[in-house]
């Protein structure tokens, strides 16, 4: 199952999240999401997530599950898919976090984002939210850093 997850690990490898724009605009160089291979990428996302093998654990209006821990085989991410309708916990991104966003019905935005890639850099805050439908987002945290916060 790693295997689907390469072309996102391959476009984020040694990305410096300093500069979330600058990321965020390399990984559409690397991984342009309108591409045949983005498409690809998204029908194999989907089907994991129908074959009940990502975001396995709870109940929408967000369903999770841990594809990977940090790991060499990962360029040291872990790796989240997480399928979500609405708001999700609060937290902090100690070293940045690197999102897939993949439309699953409807019109929705992450973050008020539309599909693909949204970069938030090294102790970025936030409230992960989807609006205007249902998306599956593939969270990669350098080193597996991520702290949740009340509220």
């Given at each position: 199952?790693?295997?689907?997850?390469?072309?996102?690990?391959?476009?984020?490898?040694?990305?410096?999240?300093?500069?979330?724009?600058?990321?965020?605009?390399?990984?559409?160089?690397?991984?342009?999401?309108?591409?045949?291979?983005?498409?690809?990428?998204?029908?194999?996302?989907?089907?994991?997530?129908?074959e009940?093998?990502i975001?396995?654990?709870?109940?929408?209006?967000?369903?999770?599950?841990?594809?990977?821990?940090?790991?060499?085989?990962?360029?040291?991410?872990?790796?989240?898919?997480?399928?979500?309708?609405?708001?999700?916990?609060?937290?902090?991104?100690?070293?940045?976090?690197?999102?897939?966003?993949?439309?699953?019905?409807?019109?929705?935005t992450?973050?008020?984002?539309?599909?693909?890639?949204?970069?938030?850099?090294?102790?970025?805050?936030?409230?992960?939210?989807?609006?205007?439908?249902?998306?599956?987002?593939?969270?990669?945290?350098?080193?597996?850093?991520?702290?949740?916060?009340?509220?």
């Amino acid at each position: 199952m790693l295997n689907t997850f390469q072309p996102l690990i391959e476009a984020a490898r040694g990305l410096d999240l300093a500069d979330a724009a600058a990321a965020e605009a390399e990984l559409n160089r690397r991984l342009d999401p309108a591409s045949d291979a983005a498409r690809a990428l998204n029908a194999s996302l989907v089907a994991l997530l129908e074959e009940g093998k990502i975001a396995e654990r709870g109940e929408l209006p967000v369903k999770w599950g841990r594809v990977s821990k940090a790991v060499e085989e990962t360029a040291g991410f872990s790796i989240d898919a997480v399928h979500m309708t609405a708001r999700g916990p609060r937290h902090r991104h100690p070293k940045g976090e690197i999102d897939w966003c993949v439309a699953l019905e409807g019109e929705p935005t992450f973050d008020g984002r539309p599909p693909g890639w949204v970069v938030l850099g090294a102790d970025s805050v936030h409230v992960p939210t989807v609006a205007g439908g249902a998306m599956l987002v593939v969270y990669l945290l350098p080193g597996g850093e991520i702290e949740f916060l009340e509220g």
